[in-house]
């Protein structure tokens, strides 16, 4: 799917993302954030100029996010959101509030709301991990410009069939018809269950970073 489908997802089903951000010294802070709009390139959020969430953004545009849904933990969706977020000013605000009338409870008139100013998440990474499904899935998309990135457990040349991946695989999401043997990305789980017992350190990590 497209980052567009993963961004209405985030702002209409599940509205409110955990945020973090970092200090002035570099320690991490979360903090509860509702997604108020989304477009095909990016994500909308509001905060007032007082607050140290907004000095933490000026400070350091590098902003990770997770929304969930779900009643249990079976039950349960994630998308989690890296990228680079600006500040777009307060000419949006009217379609926010628009959108999200709940705010008008919160921000009553023009005076109250004249500290508020809008950001946007404009490029970056994400991923979608859904545990209602069985096997799992997993999905992950780029947006802004922003390379995508190979993350998880993959198989090299190395592989000489011996299947002993599979038996420790809980998603039992290799696919053995072939040599090397080919982890299924949209199920894995990234344990690592394979990447240990393998004997011949033919399955390899890939990060992020």
Known sequence: ME???YFK????E????????????GRPVTCAIDIMDWAEDGLYFLTAKGKRFYERLKGNENVALTAMK?????SSVAVSVQGKAKEI?????????????YMEKIYPDARARSALTVFKIYEGTGEWFDLSKRPIERASFSFGGARPVDTGYFVT????????????CPQKCIDLTQK????????????????EICPARAIERRDAR
């Open 9 to 12: 997802y985030i702002a209409e």
């Open 14 to 25: 599940i509205h409110s993302a955990v945020f973090a951000t970092v200090d002035r010294e």
């Open 180 to 195: 090397p043997v080919v982890i299924e990305q949209a199920h894995c789980l990234h344990c690592g269950n394979c990447y």
């Open 157 to 168: 040349d190395r592989c000489i069939g011996c299947k002993l991946c599979y038996s420790k």
């Open 3 to 5: 980052a567009k489908t």
């Open 70 to 74: 779900g009643s249990d933990t079976l």
């Open 89 to 101: 000013g307060p000419g949006k605000l009217s379609d926010l509030f628009r959108k999200n009338p």
